[in-house]
């Protein structure tokens, strides 16, 4: 693959053969030959043949080898021309991650950390082979809770306004369709509400080990020593079956829109198109599942807090910094060759970062930049960033969203054999609680880029400024 | 067209390889037949989410799937079973597969999952169509498969 370097911290593959446009990379002289020979590079070649692409065919130094679309991809199609991909969004609809807050001091809460490590883990279900949070939901609330999203939380106890005005679009993704979601999906959903699923989902409670930039740190209401929450999940089954479900029918439709790509599982049709239409209102709807999912979530783990640190409310001070999603694909207006445009902005294992004034930002936030979350492995830290201006120009207001993983699952668990990984992660300090052995093994921290590098080369490419750095001390896994 | 069974196969030898894939986990399959073939993949499927040796067969369940290509049949009746797994808590340790051109019609041997006594591998989110390919060659049949992890 020929890779032209535009500076430091930009690459681009030049545009050739299906490609509408040249596709560019963020990452650093030592990624950029650890990729040169990795299928992610063909995966951004791949999407610069997605018919209505405009600018480039971007991928974050979190890029990897994905299906489809390469993780870390983002993708912006012209709104009316262009086409919308299912496998652009992902199986994993909507998912992302949100951070919350607390007043409690770390040096007060890890004499505790044992039994708040137990609260939690009864607390968050696994969602395999157990209910979830909120067992019995009937079809019709279901079909509320897609169409609401995390209002349906609100609406039901375990969300407050404030909640809302810190998660991106509110929470809720307009556009929803219930019907649009087949009854296969409701029936993978009905008992994941709540429920934080396998792979590399996680929830943490970790502390704010260092700040970079106290302005933006304490706008975000991030304090040295304190304990902060971490959630990343997703839609659960309702999404993934969304996504199957819609790979099918788009791809079906394909030979009649005379579309053709180099993927199947970039399976693409018009966004005007019934099947396009169909899908981003099965997409609102997943993502809206999510919303509430994560909502639910950390109402529960709220509540852990409270109950196995014996603290109230008050004395806990629990409040949402925001919420991200990073498999999603939404309408926005762009400026492109100088002329603002509305695109269908697709982000695979990519996070909105939208600078300081962007008016979809809560008034509290607006000035000073989305924060975007970014987490690492569970070994060593993650980091809150901020968007910027610069991102707005080059990245369709979008940044990476972890730390990108470097060993495969298969390497990773053949890695852990013969080693106890919790023994290891307690003696670094950090408690771990999963379900299965195999859920601790390929999320080793030596499975995962050093979450730092990727977060510098986003700061150096003027994408995002650093605020501060979060230091896990417990994990939960599924 | 007339039907083939395939029988079931006890062993514990191994059903497929895993290969190595960043992100997610991708399986190749090889079998001296077709039919074989799809019923080494619903094996590996079951393998995967389960340990096999914490499954009992004694219950059977029936999945039929039907589509053009072999590739379709390949992604169609994983998820069918992937489905089985997540709404029915149905975990299979072994299958028999009939065969038509463009049909399947798969018979699991397993049980209820019980969480507390299966050793449960972790979350399959779904069968991909990425790089998903059925091939009949000079020394049998192979597939590739990639699972959203």
């Known amino acids: 693959m020929q890779l032209i370097k535009l500076n430091d911290h930009l690459w681009e ?6 490609m509408l446009v040249s596709g560019r990379i963020y990452a650093n002289a030592r990624m950029i030959e650890e990729l040169r020979d990795d299928p992610a590079l063909t995966q951004v070649a ?3 043949c997605l018919p209505g692409i405009v600018g480039h065919s971007l991928a974050m130094p979190d890029i990897h080898w994905g299906y489809g679309f390469p993780i870390g991809g983002v993708a912006a199609v012209d709104a009316t021309n262009g086409v919308i991909s299912p496998g652009g969004v992902g199986y994993d609809i909507n998912c992302g991650v949100r951070l919350a807050t607390t007043s409690l001091e770390f040096k007060a809460v890890e004499p505790h950390k044992h039994r708040l490590a137990d609260a939690l883990f009864a607390k968050i279900p696994a969602g395999i082979g157990s209910e979830g949070a909120i067992p019995g939901l009937s079809r019709n609330e279901l079909k509320r809770v897609v169409t609401e999203g995390a209002q349906w939380a609100l609406r039901n106890g375990y969300a407050t306004q404030r909640d809302l005005d810190h998660t991106e679009e509110g929470g809720r993704l307009a556009g929803a369709d219930p019907d649009r979601v087949s009854e296969r999906a409701y029936q993978r959903g009905s008992k994941q509400i709540g429920t934080l699923g396998s792979g590399n989902h996680f929830l943490e409670v970790s502390r704010v080990d260092q700040i970079y930039d106290g302005e933006l740190a304490e706008a975000f209401g991030l304090r040295e020593g304190r304990v902060t929450l971490l959630i990343h999940s997703g839609s659960r089954g309702l999404g993934h079956q ?22 199947r599982q970039l399976a693409a049709a018009p966004i005007v198109s019934p099947e396009g239409q169909a899908y981003l209102a099965a997409m609102a709807a997943a993502a809206n599942f999510a919303w509430c999912n994560r909502q639910v979530m950390m109402h529960l783990s709220e509540q852990a807090l409270m109950e196995a640190l014996s603290v109230s409310p008050r004395e806990l001070g629990f409040a949402l910094v925001y919420d991200v999603c990073h498999n999603i694909a939404k309408f926005e207006e762009h400026t492109v060759d100088h002329r603002k445009r509305l695109v269908c902005v697709h982000r695979k294992g990519a996070t909105r970062a939208f600078g300081p004034g962007h008016p979809v930002l809560p008034e509290a936030l607006r000035d000073h930049g989305q924060p975007v979350l970014i987490p690492g492995d569970m070994g060593r830290y993650s980091f809150v960033v901020a968007g910027l201006e610069t991102a707005m120009r080059e990245t369709f207001g979008s940044s990476c969203h972890g730390a990108g993983r470097v060993m495969s699952r298969h390497k990773a668990k053949a890695e852990a054999r013969g080693r106890d990984l919790r023994l290891e992660l307690e003696a670094l300090g950090v408690t771990v609680r999963a379900h299965t052995r195999a859920g601790v093994a390929e999320e080793m921290p030596d499975a995962y880029k050093d979450v730092a590098e990727v977060v510098q080369v986003m700061e150096a490419a003027g994408i995002t400024r650093t605020v501060a750095r979060l230091k896990p001390f417990i994990v939960i896994k599924a | 067209m007339a039907a083939r069974s395939t029988s079931p196969d006890n062993s514990d030898t191994p059903f497929y390889r895993e290969f190595e894939h960043t992100g997610d986990t991708g399986i190749e399959l090889t079998a001296p037949s077709r039919g074989e073939l799809f019923r080494r993949a619903a094996i590996a499927m079951g393998a995967m989410l389960v340990g096999r040796e914490t499954v009992v067969a004694n219950l059977e369940r029936n999945v039929t799937v039907a589509a053009e290509t072999d590739a379709d049949l390949m992604h169609d009746l994983l998820a069918e079973l992937l489905n089985l797994f997540v709404v029915d808590s149905f975990i299979w340790r072994d299958a028999m597969v009939e065969e038509w051109e463009g049909t399947l019609r798969v018979t699991l041997r397993g049980e209820p999952f019980d969480p507390t006594r299966h050793d449960f591998r972790g979350e399959i989110k779904a069968v991909t169509y990425h790089q998903l390919s059925v091939e009949q060659g000079a020394d049998g049949w192979r597939a ?5 992890i």
């Open chain 1, 46 to 48: 791949n999407v610069a």
């Open chain 1, 13 to 18: 593959i030049p545009q050739q053969g299906a």
């Open chain 1, 242 to 263: 969304t996504c199957d479900d819609y790979l099918k029918l788009v791809g079906a439709s394909m030979a009649r829109y005379e579309i053709r790509l180099p993927d």
């Open chain 2, 144 to 148: 590739r498969v990639i699972f959203d």
